[in-house]
């Protein structure tokens, strides 16, 4: 039987690593090489690219309400990260940033850890 073909996804890469303003730039390049080479594998299409750099926690929340616009605007159909520890502070943070994606009815891809959902069931 032939394999079906997935539609293709749009998404926002997010880059982020922990680091000083001198390494950041140089861990981006390469984080976003490693997405990109999953983002070719998976039929993900990577529109826009964004940069946390040395940002602290409240500018992050403040680029995926960005994000989300985009997402609700139909710019874009999701986001993708290389893992969500680099964008998370602790684990109601990292659901809390995915569910602000899920909100806006968009796509949240880790390289490290797949596709991640939120059930709405219940809600």
């Known amino acids: 039987m032939a394999k079906s073909k997935k539609k293709q996804i749009s998404a926002i890469a997010y880059l982020a690593t922990n680091g000083n303003m001198y390494s950041a730039p ?3 390049q390469k984080q976003l090489r490693y997405i990109k080479d999953y983002a070719k594998a998976h039929n993900i299409h990577i529109v826009k690219v964004m940069n946390r750099d ?3 926690n409240r500018d992050i929340i403040r680029h995926f309400k960005q994000m989300a616009a985009y997402i609700g605007e139909k710019v ?3 986001v993708i990260v290389a893992n969500l520890s680099a964008i998370s502070t602790s684990l109601p943070d990292a659901y809390y940033k995915v ?3 899920k909100e806006a009815k968009g796509v949240f891809i880790s390289v490290d850890e797949g596709e991640l959902c939120l059930s709405d069931k219940g809600v």
Do not use: F, L, R
Request: hydrophobic content about 50%; overall charge negative.
């Open 26 to 28: 140089v861990k981006e």
């Open 54 to 56: 040395i940002a602290g």
């Open 76 to 78: 874009v159909d999701g």
């Open 99 to 101: 569910g602000i994606i």
